[in-house]
């Protein structure tokens, strides 16, 4: 499974910004999927998840109620709706793959993609 993060942006505080996690692969489907973030001289820390077949999410208490994830099983895609966006979520983003285990922690992700900058002005 290949990832590919896009969708980021400069952006003001309070506007939306989405992010898209394409994948490739035959076997996406079975996969779930989470996103992650790092901002900087900070730990990469979790942000939203979603099961193989969608549906279950999951999400950090700082983006609950403001991001949504989603996944496109046909398009291979997942998504994470970012509103009310603030300058504290500035980070790099990233997606990753996992077929089982806990999907709220880094440890055991099997497939990451490279991220996509986020950066929210005040």
């Known amino acids: 499974v290949q990832l590919q993060a896009s969708g980021g942006g400069l952006v003001q505080a309070g506007v939306s910004l989405r992010l898209s996690c394409a994948a490739s692969g035959r076997t996406f489907s079975s996969y779930a999927v989470g996103w992650f973030r790092r901002a900087p001289e900070k730990e990469r820390e979790f942000v939203a998840a979603?099961?193989?077949?969608?549906?279950?999410?999951y999400y950090a208490e700082s983006v609950k109620g403001r991001f949504t994830i989603s996944r496109d099983s046909a398009k291979n895609t997942v998504y994470l709706q970012m509103n009310s966006l603030k300058p504290e979520d500035t980070a790099v983003y990233s997606c990753?793959?996992?077929?089982?285990?806990?999907?709220?922690?880094?440890?055991?992700?099997?497939?990451w993609g490279q991220g996509t900058q986020v950066t929210v002005s005040s």
């Open positions: 990753a793959a996992r077929l089982r285990g806990t999907l709220t922690t880094v440890l055991g992700y099997d497939y």
């Open positions: 979603i099961t193989w077949s969608g549906g279950s999410t």
